[in-house]
């Protein structure tokens, strides 16, 4: 399985933005799905952003459409998660994921490589 390393949360104010970083140790075209879940405490994990990397197509869960984008640097083999308007529900911890058959983009069972995860405390 490829190797994900998240970085990037952090303590915010309502309102405020974060950047996350995934890192992947392999050519992140290898996988044509890569994603950004979180998990609050006492929730089950969610789907929040995805990219196919076959035409750059983006999926977002409600929660985040218009505030949240994913892109990505093929060259650095890195996905971001760009987070504005920042609000008390977005706090979770934040995993990057990889599957290389999705077909459902935001549901867990698709993704077998997962990050630690990276924390974003939004207060307000």
């Known amino acids: 399985h490829v190797q994900l390393v998240e970085s990037g949360g952090g303590s915010v104010q309502t309102g405020g933005s974060l950047r996350l970083s995934c890192v992947a140790s392999?050519?992140?075209?290898?996988?044509?799905?890569m994603a950004w879940f979180r998990q609050a405490p006492g929730k089950e994990r969610e789907g929040v952003a995805a990219?196919?990397?076959?035409?750059?197509?983006?999926y977002y869960a409600n929660s985040a459409k218009g505030r949240f984008t994913i892109s990505r640097d093929s060259a650095k083999n890195t996905i971001y998660l760009q987070m504005n308007s920042l609000k008390p529900e977005d706090t979770a911890m934040y995993y990057c994921?990889?599957?290389?058959?999705?077909?459902?983009?935001?549901?867990?069972?698709?993704?077998?490589?997962w990050g630690q995860g990276t924390q974003v405390t939004v207060s307000s």
């Open positions: 990219l196919y990397t076959g035409d750059g197509s983006t």
């Open positions: 392999e050519y992140t075209y290898t996988y044509n799905s």
């Open positions: 994921a990889a599957g290389r058959y999705v077909a459902e983009h935001l549901e867990e069972r698709e993704y077998n490589s």
